[in-house]
């Protein structure tokens, strides 16, 4: 037997109705929001990622799925949405559409991972892109849809934590601080990290290795470097967040794990999942799309990782909706009355609600065994007299009850009384 891929997984049909809930809830949420659905390749040149999420990171170092096609040209897996989704602004002229751009998708995302709980090699994000707003309010709207999200989830316990990492002009400052804080600890740290304080001393606050962890604990704050219109940018989001009654905490240490971040940066955390606690994570990038070929325009997003969400409404109980099950199982005892049942069923489905009939030449007692099973609301048997009168015998599952129904009314009837 072949065997599925090592951190990939199945969505089995007793398990998709979840993927279903959760999936309507974002879209929910981006109608409220006035977000438009994109879809964009599943892979792209990799060098939009080099340059999009950056060379230091460990998204681009170590986790790309990248191979060469069949006419020599390098591919990228997507390891996140964002790039792409900048990509296709650019590529398809929306700078000149009226601001600001709204956009959300539902994607799969592949990293070449170590797989553990919450973390997978193949997994999905809901997420939210807006582009050519620098004002805060946008930060602040962009963060209130994905809490609106999470709301709409009945997810509790999930903390938001935020922090500004500051523009290109605050963060040269910064970088200078880090450096000199860093440079008498560089030979304690690992390879990755030497080669970060070259190019990019930021992310060395990202790192995952306990040794250069330990020694970043008290490294320079990003907060204490702040330019004047950072600092105000930052306050008056949180004053938004506090007016709407968002709940938050700033964490200095958060810088994210991509590079094209700029000022406001977020996520949303659970300690009910283990070591993989963040379920969404998002910020802002004024400098993307420029530096991917485009104007100089300023955005903001974020993505929510739907394996973690699920994971989180398992393991903290979370309801999900019922299941939707057939309406009515229509049992037929012979040749002529399973035909019948066809056409009711038929006359069911057409009206856009769920039937079922048998398909293993089961015995009526067998058929109305299955039907339980499946969990269906009503059952009919339909027999001689049923197909000569044309009046079923329809019975309520819920409570055994049974009533007399004329085939040509039956589905009115079901819908009243499925309550
Ligand atoms: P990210 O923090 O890399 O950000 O990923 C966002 C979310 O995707 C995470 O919070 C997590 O829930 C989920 N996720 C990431 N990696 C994995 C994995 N290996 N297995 C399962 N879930 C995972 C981004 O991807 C940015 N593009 C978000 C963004 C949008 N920023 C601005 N716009």
């Not at 681009?60 to 790039?83: C, H, Q, W």
């Not at 602040?140 to 997810?155: M, Q, Y």
């Not at 991509?258 to 070591?275: C, K, M, N, P």
Request: a neutral charge; glycine letters at 8%.
């Amino acid at each position: 037997m072949i065997n599925i891929p090592k951190g990939t997984k199945d969505v089995l049909p007793n398990q998709s109705y979840k993927w279903q809930y959760i999936e309507d809830a974002a879209r929910e949420v981006a109608r409220a929001f006035n977000l438009k659905e994109v879809r964009t390749p599943v892979f792209e040149h990799t060098e939009l990622f080099q340059r999009g999420v950056g060379e230091t990171t460990d998204v681009v170092n170590k986790e790309m799925y990248t191979f060469e096609d069949k006419g020599g040209r390098s591919i990228t897996l997507k390891p996140e949405g964002t790039a792409g989704v900048a990509r296709m602004f650019i590529e398809n002229g929306l700078a000149s559409s009226p601001m600001p751009v709204k956009t959300y998708y539902i994607t799969p995302a592949f990293r070449y991972e170590r797989p553990q709980a919450g973390r997978l090699r193949e997994f999905h994000q809901f997420g939210i892109e807006v582009f050519g707003s620098p004002s805060p309010e946008t930060d602040a709207e962009v963060i209130f849809a994905a809490s609106s999200f999470l709301d709409k989830l009945k997810i509790k316990g999930v903390k938001l934590e935020i922090n500004s990492i500051g523009c290109r002009i605050c963060r040269n400052e910064y970088n200078k601080a880090l450096k000199n804080y860093f440079a008498p600890h560089l030979d304690k740290m690992c390879p990755n990290c030497n080669s970060r304080f070259e190019k990019n001393p930021l992310r060395i606050l990202d790192c995952k290795e306990d040794g250069c962890k330990e020694i970043a604990t008290n490294a320079p704050k990003i907060t204490d470097y702040l330019c004047d219109d950072c600092k105000k940018h930052f306050e008056t989001v949180k004053s938004l967040l506090a007016a709407q009654g968002v709940e938050y905490s700033v964490n200095s240490s958060i810088v994210r794990g991509l590079d094209y971040y700029s000022r406001t940066v977020f996520e949303f955390v659970s300690t009910q999942i283990g070591a993989q606690g963040t379920v969404c994570g998002g910020g802002r990038y004024d400098g993307l799309i420029e530096q991917l070929g485009g104007s100089a325009l300023p955005a903001i997003g974020f993505a929510a990782g739907i394996e973690r969400l699920l994971l989180l409404m398992e393991n903290t109980g979370v309801p999900f909706p019922e299941e939707n099950k057939p309406l009515i199982y229509l049992a037929g005892m012979d040749e002529k009355s399973r035909a019948e049942c066809i056409k009711l069923a038929a006359y069911v489905r057409g009206n856009g609600a769920c039937a079922e009939v048998d398909h293993m030449q089961r015995s009526v007692k067998a058929q109305l065994k299955y039907a339980d099973k499946i969990g269906a609301k009503f059952v009919a048997v339909i027999g001689e007299s049923e197909l000569s009168s044309r009046v079923l015998n329809v019975k309520k599952m819920s409570d055994g009850t049974s009533a007399a129904v004329k085939s040509d009314e039956l589905y009115s009837y079901l819908i009243k009384e499925d309550k």
